[in-house]
């Protein structure tokens, strides 16, 4: 009865009453597949484009009936996506980055960003990001970093002479 509610819920499940768990796993695992690649699409980072993998490798493993010397090249294969997630991506690879204006605060921008730009160099991110360009005698563009432990300050945008927008990037 309640396999009758489901499939009018979800025809395209089903196949009349005969109910097969192989192809609802099909479909499932298609669904996660599409899933992971919509996120991929969106964030592009190599995580994503390991789990696609993961999930594509997984899929063929569980719905295909396979050779044991396939399943023993699938296990290798995924053991070695979990290895490249674990040991081969680093903090960096993945970042978080934010635009602020030159004017803002630097103790604003430090409480938003949860980072720690001391508040010496300058009362503005401008000001932060030219003091120490203008220190370490480097040219003041776009695309111009300071760099700090865990974070950097770019140059995003300037009007003239005048930094205007300063990205914040730091590791996830």
């Not at 111009?144 to 990037?169: H, P, Q």
Request: proline share 2%; hydrophobic share 50%.
């Amino acid at each position: 009865m309640t396999f009758k509610l489901l499939a009018v819920a979800v025809p395209d499940f089903f196949v009349g009453e005969k109910i097969e768990l192989g192809f609802f796993l099909e479909k499932a695992m298609m669904l996660a597949i599409g899933l992971e690649f919509v996120k991929m699409l969106c964030k592009h980072t190599p995580s994503t484009i390991i789990d696609v993998l993961l999930f594509a490798i997984a899929r063929q493993m569980i719905v295909e009936h396979t050779t044991p010397l396939e399943n023993l090249i699938t296990i290798v294969a995924l053991a070695a996506l979990f290895a490249t997630r674990k040991y081969l991506l680093c903090n960096f690879d993945e970042t978080e980055k934010r635009v602020y204006r030159g004017s803002q605060k630097t103790k604003i921008t430090n409480h938003m960003a949860r980072i720690n730009i001391p508040i010496e160099e300058g009362d503005t991110l401008a000001k932060v990001v030219t003091t120490v360009l203008n220190r370490e005698e480097r040219t003041i563009a776009i695309g111009a970093c300071v760099w700090y432990n865990d974070f950097a300050l770019r140059i995003d945008s300037m009007n003239g002479d005048k930094v205007t927008r300063v990205e914040v990037i730091k590791s996830v």
